[in-house]
Structures are given as C-alpha cells and as structure tokens.
C-alpha cells in the first residue's frame, strides 16, 4: 500500500526516505489520525504524510502538486489461493519485440495489478498464448510468463528479462556446498581481519615458553605446562540469499562459504530469498518444513554476534517495501521492518553483495537495502571483503 505514492514523491524530487516511509505505514497502522472503526478523511491523510515526510516548508509545493497528481484510495484485493491450470502456462510461443515496442507497453501499479488479476482470475476459463490480458504465455500481457511486460506477475515459468514485481511459483533451491575447495586462499586471507584470538576449553596444546620457565624454577626438574588451543573467538551469523538471480553466483557464494566455515568456530547460518521475512530456514530441501521464525533467531544470539548478509539484493522493490510482497507468500509485514530489526538488534552488520559494483546504480532495490543497511554494503571482491571486515573488526 502506497508504495507507488512513495515512488511519485521521489519522481517529484522530494527527499524522502524509505525509513519516513515506513513511519508513515506504522502511523496509519496506529490509527494516529482516527479510530480504527472510521476511514480516516483524505486531509487528515494529507497532513499526516506530509508532517511525516517533508522535513522543510521549501517542499510543501512539490509535495503539493505530487500528492493531487497521484492520491487515490486502494485496496489490496488479490487472492493468492487460487490454483492457475498448468496447461495455461505451457510455454509455446515466444514473441520477440522490438525495442519501440517495448517503449510502448505501459506498465501497471501495484494496487492495478493485484486488481486486475482478480478479475482475470474470476473471468479465463481456457488457455491463452501470445495475447496481452489473459494469463498466458508469450505476448505481453502482465501475467504468465515467456513473454514481455515492464512491469508484471510472473506466475510459473523462468525469469527472463527480471521486471516482475511478484513471482506466484513454488520453488525448490539446493544448499551451498560448504565443502568446496576454492581456486585462491584470497578470501579466507580478507576474512582473517575479522579475528580475536583466545584460549578456551580444556588444556590439551604443550604450552612450550611455560614449560621452559616452569622447570628452570624448578631446578631442572622437568614440569610440564599444558593450554587450551588458540582460536578466533569472533562469533558470526551468515545469512544468505539462495535461488532466484543468485543462482548466478553460486560458484563464488560457495567459495564465500568454505571460506567462512574454514575461518570461525562460533558461526550459525540461515537461507531467505531476495529480503528476509519472518522465517528463515537452514535446509532448502525442506525449508517448508523446517522453518526459524526470525524472531527466534533475533533473540537466540547475542548483540556480540557478527552479522553478515550475502545476497544480490536484486529484486522487485515491492519485495521490500510493500507487505504481501513477497515472490513466495503474502508476507504480514514489509521486508524492510525485519532488516530493520536485524540490524538494530546486532550492531556489527554488513552486506556482501555478488552483483558487480558497477550495476549497483541501476538497480532500485539495490538502492533500497543499501539504505536500509546504512551503506553498509561491500562487493564479494577481495577488496570489498576486507573493507567489511574491517568494518565489523571496529
């Protein structure tokens, strides 16, 4: 709900933030301006959203002009329950469009879209292919798949050209193999960084310097001084994005993983797609069986714990932003509240991100998480592993 409102406001040049944002959703989830039995009246919205969002007097024309231009009441309508036939979802015809037309495609909103399906869900009866309304394959209608819509519901299929902002597909995903020999000792050199080295447990290394003193004292008798081994006691909770764009990662995720397990003793990790919700899971042959309610996780570890994030962070903003966002199931709250929650409950945090640094810019999600992770995110590079590390050793 008013994610593409959020978007005009941007469009107009207003500085407003993903964090004001969400302050305006728990306003209006607080009934702030009327009860919860009565629909608040468009000027109490007006002056809510603009107290929340514009922080200097300068912008109350843009936001003005932005606000008329776009408000209106929405409602989310769709049922995510229904079973789409898989024979209208075979793919026969591919259609390949031209740049010009492409251009010409207006795409949906969020609300339009979750509407519209609704009703095309109460009205096909049969299978469609190449055409641009019914759910179908090819063409450019803004639900199926094989085809081309700027912005649309992919249900079923492969991804093709990732300008879908909700994917209605069960998938299944394979874990990173941690025992992967990697090709350069580079990424476990740029983890060492992060290290605090103590003596824990029983006394099983000769402590060599100590047995030397302990006998000299001893007048040459000899008496031999034993010592817990020496091991990185920095204590780390990974937690990784799998399926979806990172299947184009996994080699180098999985060098990342080797490493890592190879690095620190104390480590606990979890999968999520795209944006972390509230559950996550440890076994992606049966994460729906196997669920971690992430408030588990949250009070499970200590602030003392290391948190590092690996994911391309390339997905729909909606997956972010907007609740029943999720490519998966409809999502109670925005992804953005639980990355929130992450990264307030352990203050040593960082992103690595597989994407090339140079793509960063023209990715709008990107944008978003790097936001929300306070800039906090580094390339899966030798140098962006250090610079990390060195983040999370301070």
């Given at each position: 709900?008013?994610i ?18 969400l302050?305006l ?29 514009v922080?200097?007097?300068k ?16 409602e ?16 026969i ?13 207006e ?13 095309r869900?109460?009205e ?13 394959t ?8 094989g ?12 991804g093709?050209?990732k ?18 020999e ?30 030397i ?10 008496d ?35 490493a890592?397990?190879?690095e ?5 990790f ?5 944006c972390?919700?509230d559950?996550?899971?440890k ?28 994911g ?9 932003l ?6 998966e ?20 945090y ?38 990390a590390?060195?983040?999370l050793?301070?």
């Amino acid at each position: 709900m008013l994610i593409d409102f959020f978007y005009t406001l941007r469009a107009a040049k207003l500085p407003v933030s993903v964090r004001e944002y969400l302050t305006l959703l728990e306003a209006l989830q607080a009934n702030v301006v009327g009860p919860a039995s009565e629909a608040c009246s468009m000027d109490d919205f007006y002056h809510l959203a603009r107290t929340v969002l514009v922080k200097d007097e300068k912008h109350f024309d843009k936001f003005d002009k932005a606000f008329g231009a776009y408000f209106k009441g929405v409602e989310m309508l769709t049922d995510f329950t229904k079973e789409v036939p898989l024979d209208w979802l075979d793919k026969i015809l591919q259609k390949e469009l031209t740049p010009e037309q492409k251009a010409a495609i207006e795409k949906m909103g969020w609300d339009e879209l979750m509407e519209t399906l609704k009703k095309r869900l109460e009205e096909q009866k049969e299978r469609h292919e190449g055409g641009n309304k019914w759910i179908g394959t090819g063409g450019t209608s803004p639900f199926g798949n094989g085809g081309y819509n700027p912005q649309g519901i992919r249900i079923g299929g492969k991804g093709g050209n990732k300008s879908a902002v909700k994917v209605w597909d069960q998938r299944a995903y394979k874990d990173y193999d941690d025992s992967q020999e990697l090709g350069t000792r580079n990424i476990k050199v740029a983890l060492r960084r992060l290290r605090r080295f103590a003596r824990e447990g029983s006394h099983d290394e000769l402590d060599l310097d100590g047995t030397i003193r302990k006998t000299a004292a001893n007048a040459g008798y000899l008496d031999i001084l034993m010592r817990p081994e020496r091991h990185n006691n920095v204590k780390v909770l990974l937690l990784m994005d799998v399926g979806g764009t990172m299947d184009e990662h996994i080699a180098r995720v999985e060098e990342m993983f080797s490493a890592v397990k190879a690095e620190f003793k104390h480590l606990d990790f979890y999968y999520f797609h795209n944006c972390v919700y509230d559950f996550m899971w440890k076994n992606n042959k049966r994460r729906y069986a196997e669920k971690f309610p992430t408030w588990d996780i949250l009070r499970k570890y200590n602030k003392d714990y290391k948190l590092i994030f690996i994911g391309d962070a390339t997905m729909s903003p909606y997956e972010i932003l907007q609740p029943g966002g999720s490519v998966e199931y409809n999502n109670e709250e925005a992804g953005a509240e639980w990355l929130q929650r992450l990264t307030h409950t352990f203050p040593k945090y960082a992103w690595i991100n597989p994407e090339p640094q140079g793509v960063w810019q023209y990715r709008q999600s990107i944008a978003i998480v790097q936001q929300l992770m306070s800039q906090r995110m580094f390339p899966l590079t030798l140098k962006g592993l250090e610079d990390a590390m060195r983040l999370l050793s301070k």
